[in-house]
């Protein structure tokens, strides 16, 4: 009989991935609804997720890390991500959510003032 691998990381848990959507979705202040207009799914399929209902497709872990700023295995094992994101790493995500949904003429803008920044 064969013994199972250590490394293995076993099945892919709904209730895993729901956490870690919840965790990354409120880091960036993002409501259900702001996130699901973002990725094209219903609220309800967002709340679905958070609370482990139902594991995502790939097509919407994909989006979902997208949106997140979160590595997709993030998303799956979060066990694995070890270390917990700094409250620096929090804002820059925060950040970059902010610029995701600015409009292109304000993206633009936006990056304009940032690289005064970085020059100054």
Not at 11 to 21: F, L
Not at 92 to 106: G, I, K, M, T, Y
Request: some cysteine; glycine content about 4%; charged content about 25%.
């Amino acid at each position: 009989m064969k013994t199972p691998d250590r490394n293995c990381r076993g099945m892919i848990s709904a209730k895993t991935i729901g956490i870690a959507v919840r965790h990354s979705r409120r880091a960036l202040k993002l409501t259900q609804a702001q996130l699901a207009e973002a990725i094209g799914k219903t609220p309800d399929a967002i709340s679905q997720i958070e609370r482990g209902v139902n594991v995502p497709s790939v097509e919407t872990i994909a989006a979902l890390s997208k949106q997140l700023f979160v590595p997709v295995d993030a998303l799956i094992f979060p066990e694995d991500t070890a270390e917990q994101l700094s409250d620096r790493d929090t804002r820059v995500r925060h950040a970059l959510s902010l610029l995701a949904n600015l409009s292109d003429r304000d993206l633009e803008i936006a990056v304009r003032q940032l690289q005064a920044f970085s020059d100054g």
